[in-house]
């Protein structure tokens, strides 16, 4: 890697967590600037506008996310190891062990759910590769019999993405002792049904 290519990857490093904390909307080369202590000349020279930089945040950040979370589950065993796998590598990144405000990707889609353009379209299209994932990663778990061949994988990525959105807000915004405990019984509910 290149220092330009380093130097731009470190920018993005702190772009994504400023973003966890105060959304992509309020992410600016501006802002930018001010917490890299770089100028706003040389950052414009690298990302060119707003939109441009908050694309090249959830590029970044959905890169992140598949080396923190998704390879490692898929260096697990087939099947409902793997699945656990998944879901013991989410819960952190949910958490905000891996960015200060948490999932990046949440609150964007919230800021962008009803706003048409480029960050909307990456962000759907990031959405469902996601839980096209999950639903091959469960398929896997029925392969290897440990769940019922009838099983629905779509819901099943849909109920766990539910189950981290629900612990998102128990655990950041309520500050509840039992987010993770609940979210834990949640995802083991989820797998007993999906063995049934």
Do not use: N
């Amino acid at each position: 890697m290149g220092k330009g290519e380093s130097t731009k990857r470190s920018i993005l490093d702190t772009a994504s967590e400023l973003a966890s904390e105060v959304g992509l909307q309020a992410l600016t080369i501006g802002t930018l600037a001010t917490r890299t202590e770089l100028s706003k000349s040389g950052l414009f020279a690298h990302f060119r506008s707003k939109e441009a930089l908050q694309l090249e945040v959830l590029r970044h950040a959905r890169a992140r996310f598949v080396d923190i979370v998704v390879k490692p589950a898929l260096a697990a065993p087939r099947g409902e190891t793997r699945v656990r796998a998944l879901f013991e590598h989410w819960l952190p990144w949910v958490r905000g062990d891996v960015l200060p405000g948490g999932c990046v990707f949440t609150t964007a889609a919230t800021e962008f759910d009803d706003q048409p353009g480029p960050v909307r379209d990456q962000l759907v299209a990031d959405e469902r590769d996601l839980m096209d994932s999950v639903a091959q990663i469960f398929r896997t778990g029925i392969a290897e019999g440990h769940f019922h061949a009838d099983a629905d994988p779509e819901q099943f990525a849909q109920d766990l993405h539910g189950i981290l959105l629900a612990y998102l807000h128990a655990e950041r915004l309520l500050r509840d002792p039992l987010a993770e405990h609940r979210a834990r019984t949640a995802f083991e509910r989820l797998l007993d049904a999906a063995r049934r």
